[in-house]
């Protein structure tokens, strides 16, 4: 195999490995915005199991910067996106969740959460279609 084609087989290859983080990132952050809503609602109660909502805040922190980090080892972009998302998840434990103030900050990562998960899936897309033109 050249040397060039050898190269955009690992460029793809490292690309299509940073797309999952950002799936996994989004949907921790979902989990927990839908734990912390049934919570306040009083449609669940955890009781003495708050850890399980803090357990997925650490979790869902932790996936946003492994997905972040992307910009760092792969060609993916999409980490441009989720970078701005770092302030509320920053700032939250700050805030009493018994208020809305917690509230609005969390939501206030939703649309970076979304926009890097959409501009992963481009990438992942465009990467599928460049992939078929070259064959």
């Known amino acids: 195999m050249p040397r060039e084609a ?3 087989t690992r460029r793809r290859q490292t690309r299509a490995r940073a797309h999952p ?4 990132a989004t949907v921790s952050y979902a989990a ?6 049934a919570v306040a609602t009083g449609r669940v109660h955890t009781g003495r199991a708050h ?17 972040a980090s992307s910009l760092v080892w792969s060609r ?13 998840l920053v700032a939250i434990p ?3 969740a018994r ?5 609005r900050i969390a939501l206030s990562a939703a649309p970076f ?17 460049e992939n078929k033109r070259k064959r």
């Open 94 to 96: 700050t805030v009493s």
């Open 76 to 88: 993916s972009r999409a980490g441009w996106a989720l970078l701005p998302a770092a302030i509320p």
């Open 32 to 37: 927990n915005c839908a734990l912390g809503t």
């Open 113 to 129: 959460f979304l926009g890097a998960l959409l501009a992963s899936l481009r990438e992942r897309e465009n990467g599928n279609i």
């Open 51 to 67: 850890w399980v909502h803090h357990a997925l805040y650490i979790c869902t922190s932790t996936l946003a910067a492994a997905a």
């Open 99 to 103: 208020t809305r103030g917690h509230v």
């Open 21 to 24: 983080l950002f799936i996994a």
């Open 6 to 8: 050898l190269a955009r």
